[in-house]
T-cell receptor, first 109, second 116 residues
Framework: AQRVTQPEKLLSVFKGAPVELKCNYS??????LFWYVQYSRQRLQLLLR??SRESIKGFTADLNKGETSFHLKKPFAQEEDSAMYYC???????????FGSGTRLLVRP | GAVVSQHPSWVICKSGTSVKIECRSL??????MFWYRQFPKQSLMLMAT?????????EQGVEKDKFLINHASLTLSTLTVTSAHPEDSSFYIC????????????FGEGSWLTVV
């Protein structure tokens, strides 16, 4: 079955603390994973994709096929990082995505 | 950057009527668009894949006759909720895959539907 799991509904950290948002997936093929972010009152936007191996706004994510995980990390959280984060899995060539349930990150001053 | 616009942003309709939501890619062509539904504090649930010039592909459990999708041009897909009922009240989001470049998916701002 194709599934994306984000176990944490809410993650609260203090400014400057490290952040790790967990994402696990279930997929029989070769996975292509994404992280999307939704700031308050804004639309979903792409944060990063695993094939690019990029770092956006200080966030990184590494695909671990052995653990079927794609956790999002940032060494020093900032208040402006507070948002809803969704992990997504591409499930066919049309770029159909299925989403995890999302994790709300709250960075306290 | 590329923009996807949804209209209306919010709509209230009476039970039994139909309502249409538009999804436009403003500065790029999109052969493929997607429609999602999001309940409060829940994730996005894919409803269907909208294909320009052909029939939409619906996800399991989504009623084709209830949620009519039309993708008549490379920049416009519409979702019509027919004979709406209060349980259809939700946040509907579309996304569009840019035909050129990195196949990036861009999301619309969403449309709130309230059926009374």
């Amino acid at each position: 079955a194709q599934r994306v799991t984000q176990p944490e509904k809410l993650l609260s950290v203090f400014k400057g603390a490290p952040v790790e948002l967990k994402c696990n997936y279930s997929y029989s093929g070769s996975p292509e994973l994404f992280w999307y972010v939704q700031y308050s009152r804004q639309r979903l936007q792409l944060l990063l994709r695993h094939i690019s191996r990029e770092s956006i706004k200080g966030f990184t994510a590494d695909l671990n096929k052995g653990e079927t995980s794609f956790h999002l990390k940032k060494p020093f959280a900032q208040e402006e990082d507070s948002a809803m984060y969704y992990c997504a899995l591409k499930v066919d060539s049309s770029y159909k995505l299925i989403f995890g349930s999302g994790t709300r990150l709250l960075v306290r001053p | 950057g590329a923009v996807v616009s949804q209209h209306p942003s919010w709509v209230i309709c009476k039970s039994g009527t139909s309502v249409k939501i538009e999804c436009r890619s403003l500065d790029f062509q999109a052969t493929t668009m997607f429609w999602y539904r999001q309940f409060p504090k829940q994730s996005l649930m894919l409803m269907a894949t909208s294909n320009e010039g052909s029939k939409a592909t619906y996800e399991q459990g989504v009623e084709k006759d209830k949620f009519l999708i039309n993708h008549a041009s490379l920049t416009l897909s519409t979702l019509t909720v027919t004979s709406a009922h209060p349980e259809d009240s939700s946040f509907y989001i579309c996304s569009a895959r840019e035909d050129r470049g990195r196949n990036t998916i861009y999301f619309g701002e969403g449309s709130w539907l309230t059926v009374v």
